[in-house]
């Protein structure tokens, strides 16, 4: 929600609405208004008029569970450009295997708990970054995280992030690892936590691969 009250501060009678969607289908999916996040807690809404959202779960899982969104919409794309392989991995039957993993509330609200490649294991439980991002983002004076988790050499894994402050700002790590000591069970609280000036991103999303690939968590680990 911090982003919601920066921007209301600076705009106050303006009316923000939070959407999920991606290129493939539309690109929105979904839409829910501030004032019910505010409400009733963060979720990425209901889904727009014509389209359908399902959750594809794996066999044995419960009904409970997690699992991929799959969605079916009016502006759903005919495939990928010259990749007739891919294209038939993400359209199945007339839905779109989307890649997130999430599940649908008793009031038909979507939550959505991050990419199915980018979840790993830690303490026996799946752990999706976005889960530990949301947490952090509440923190006061935080303008921007990434989380990311990495395989250790005796099969465990370490969990490191990267945080950017509000101009000014003068909490420090050890501020924001008790605040999420609070919030979060103590698997998911990071191992390593580095204050950076910026997060590179692509099209406002962190962009993962670019941070993973250019060495940024290198920093952290020490």
Not at 105 to 129: C, M, Q, S, W
Request: aromatic share 10%; proline share 4%.
């Amino acid at each position: 929600m911090n982003q919601f009250n920066r921007f209301k501060k600076v705009f106050p009678d303006s009316n923000l609405f939070y959407s999920y969607g991606l290129s493939e289908a539309g690109p929105r999916v979904t839409f829910i208004s501030a004032e019910e996040i505010i409400n009733k807690g963060m979720s990425s809404g209901k889904p727009l008029d014509n389209i359908e959202i399902k959750i594809f779960r794996e066999k044995g899982s419960k009904d409970t569970d997690p699992g991929e969104i799959m969605l079916k919409s009016p502006s759903l794309m005919l495939g990928y450009f010259n990749n007739e392989y891919l294209t038939k991995r993400k359209l199945i039957n007339g839905w779109l295997a989307t890649g997130d993993m999430g599940f649908i509330d008793t009031e038909g609200n979507l939550h959505v708990l991050g990419r199915k490649d980018e979840a790993f294991i830690r303490g026996g439980k799946l752990v999706y970054p976005s889960e530990i991002e949301h947490a952090i983002m509440q923190i006061n004076e935080v303008k921007d995280c990434l989380v990311y988790g990495e395989l250790t050499k005796n099969g465990s894994c370490n969990i490191y992030s990267l945080v950017t402050l509000d101009c000014g700002s003068r909490i420090n790590v050890h501020d924001i690892t008790g605040k999420l000591r609070g919030v979060l069970p103590l698997y998911l609280i990071p191992q390593k936590i580095k204050i950076v000036k910026v997060i590179p991103n692509n099209a406002g999303k962190s962009n993962r691969k670019k941070i993973l690939e250019g060495g940024f968590f290198d920093n952290v680990k020490q």
